[in-house]
């Protein structure tokens, strides 16, 4: 959308990572005024709570030359999410990568906006302390390097009341929301929360952090018994109704939210260097990631799964510390992506008081044979080849015991 005036054509412009919140608002007129520049305003939608008004409308009547809403949660969940859940992906074992994994999509907008624009520059919000503005700009870089950036919450140090007389001085229409004391990232995949009293690792956090999951002692004192299908790896129904990657996160995000499913309080280490203490409300990702996880252990050999643990925990700091468009993540994930042609079956977990438990699981493609695990009169194995496996298993340790017993 554009508005009426048009734009000088001798001005640069720059596209602005736009959400509507104060932040981005006064950064239209600040990037006017420090570079004199044209703002194209983009908002772009990975599943975050809608705003209460329309922000495209309101970044036009603030002076943007253009702006625009774009909707890329399909794309999400099937480039960004997916991918995830088939590297089970969680940064230092515990943390989703919620945030995370919208930035380089985010990136990839703003980059491809920049282009068809013809836009000298790309703006975003970030702050100096944070790993976004890395994720941001080493994302857009790696697009295309001839781009600049320009982060006006780096270099023009403020606080939220300069922010809101900023505004008040120079008529910027702004939704001033009552003051929360946390800082929150949401999207499809998960939610969020650092400062005010998080700030201090000791302090259990407040009621008032989680806004997604309910408190797993107030949660239903019934267990929910919920069946997730995979196909290749990827999800596709729920509760044997087959659905498409939105619905199914959206779903599962209200089920196992409504059990207290998904939180997590977590030390973690930025990118920049600073240990910081998060909460994270991720209902769906925990029980899918978890649900993933079990369906492999039933369909793949042991030393793929041991092997592929390692891939895990580089995918998954890849896409922390914002390397998404670097060389290395495309052939991890072909990898990942090869050990998924089997991974395709059921799993039936159980939802209570804020866990999310594996209590079944089938698969065409199973490779658990009862008739080889049993004890009862059905045992199919073959008893007397254990003697002779474990003579040759233990054969390295016997020869070196000898060897080194006769030296002393």
């Known amino acids: 959308m554009a508005c009426d005036k ?5 001005r640069d412009k720059v596209v602005l990572a736009y959400s509507g919140g104060l932040d981005t608002s006064v950064a239209i007129h600040w990037l006017q005024d420090k570079y004199d520049v044209d703002v194209i305003a983009i908002a772009i939608n990975v599943g975050q709570p809608p705003s209460s008004d329309d922000i495209v409308a309101r970044a036009l009547r603030n002076g ?6 774009i909707d890329v949660c399909d794309e999400f969940v099937e480039e960004y999410l997916w991918p995830s859940v088939k590297a089970n992906a969680l940064y230092q074992n515990v943390y989703p990568l919620s945030t995370s994994v919208a930035r380089p999509l985010i990136a990839k907008k703003l980059v491809e906006v920049a282009k068809a624009e013809g836009a000298k520059y790309i703006a975003h919000g970030c702050t100096a302390k944070g790993n976004d503005q890395v994720r941001f700009d080493v994302g857009i870089i790696s697009q295309d390097p001839n781009l600049q950036i320009i982060a006006p919450m780096r270099e023009w140090i403020t606080n939220r009341d300069e922010e ?7 008529g910027i229409e702004i ?19 650092e400062c005010g009293i998080l700030e201090d690792p000791w302090a259990e956090p407040p009621e008032e952090v989680w806004i997604h999951t309910v408190k797993p002692e107030d949660a239903p004192d019934v267990p929910e018994y919920i069946e997730i299908g995979f196909e290749k790896g990827i999800p596709v129904s729920l509760n044997g109704q087959e659905m498409d990657g939105v619905s199914l996160i959206t779903k599962l995000n209200e089920i196992a939210g409504a059990h207290g499913v998904g939180r997590i309080d977590h030390v973690e280490d930025r990118l920049v260097g600073i240990k910081s203490r998060e909460t994270y409300e991720c209902p769906a990702a925990v029980t899918l990631i978890s649900a993933h996880q079990a369906l492999e252990t039933m369909t793949l050999p042991r030393d793929t799964i041991e092997y592929k643990r390692g891939i895990e925990q580089k995918f998954s700091q ?6 998404w468009f670097g060389g290395l993540r495309e052939p ?11 991974v395709t079956g059921t799993v039936r977990m159980k939802l209570f008081k804020g866990s999310a438990t594996i209590v079944g699981r089938k698969s065409p493609y199973s490779m658990y ?30 020869t070196s015991a000898k060897a080194h017993s006769e030296k002393k």
């Not at 809101?164 to 120079?170: M, R």
């Not at 939704?175 to 969020?192: A, F, T």
């Not at 890849?318 to 390397?323: M, V």
């Not at 049993?374 to 390295?396: K, N, V």
């Open 6 to 10: 048009c734009n000088d054509k001798g």
């Open 64 to 69: 943007a030359v253009k702006a625009d809403f």
């Open 164 to 170: 809101i007389e900023y505004a008040k001085e120079h």
């Open 175 to 193: 939704i001033v929301k009552k003051e929360s004391p946390y800082s929150r990232d949401e999207n499809l995949w998960g939610s969020s929360a």
């Open 318 to 323: 890849i896409i922390y510390d914002g390397l």
């Open 332 to 342: 991890l994930q072909a990898f990942i992506d090869a050990t998924q042609e089997y």
């Open 369 to 398: 044979d009862s008739g080889l695990s049993t004890y009862t009169e059905d045992d199919s194995f073959d008893h007397r080849s254990a003697t002779g496996f474990i003579y040759i298993w233990g054969l390295p340790g016997r």
